[in-house]
Nanobody
């Protein structure tokens, strides 16, 4: 079994910062891509940022220059540093990881339980 546990959400004023963290645990052979998604009320879940195990990153246009994704392969963690937050960033943020549990298996998508980020104007 593999588990992703997120932390770091909360309430912040516009222009403020938050740091989200996600730790993967369980039977892990290797983790390919890791990322963060978000879902605002009444909207579909959208990709925020992803990072490969080599460190290549990708961001949705609306967060470029404000958010930074990073990972620690030795600790199986991924973080999202969010600066200059805007009210439109309000959403539940989900951690995602493509996890390979053994040499003989392929990668499976795992999701965290979600953490609420609320940005007040």
């Amino acid at each position: 079994q593999v588990q992703l546990v997120e932390s770091g959400g909360g309430l912040v004023q516009a222009g403020g910062s938050l740091r989200l963290s996600c730790a993967a645990s369980g039977r892990i052979f290797r983790i390919n891509n890791m990322g963060w998604y978000r879902q605002a009320p009444g909207k579909q879940r959208e990709l925020v940022a992803t990072i490969t195990n080599g460190g290549s990153t990708n961001y949705v246009d609306s967060v470029k220059g404000r958010f930074t994704i990073s990972r620690n392969n030795a600790k199986n963690t991924v973080t999202l540093q969010m600066n200059n937050l805007k009210p439109e960033d309000t959403a539940v943020y989900y951690c995602n990881a493509a996890i390979i549990s053994s040499y003989w298996t392929g990668a499976t998508d795992q999701w965290g339980q979600g953490t609420q980020v609320t940005v007040s104007s």
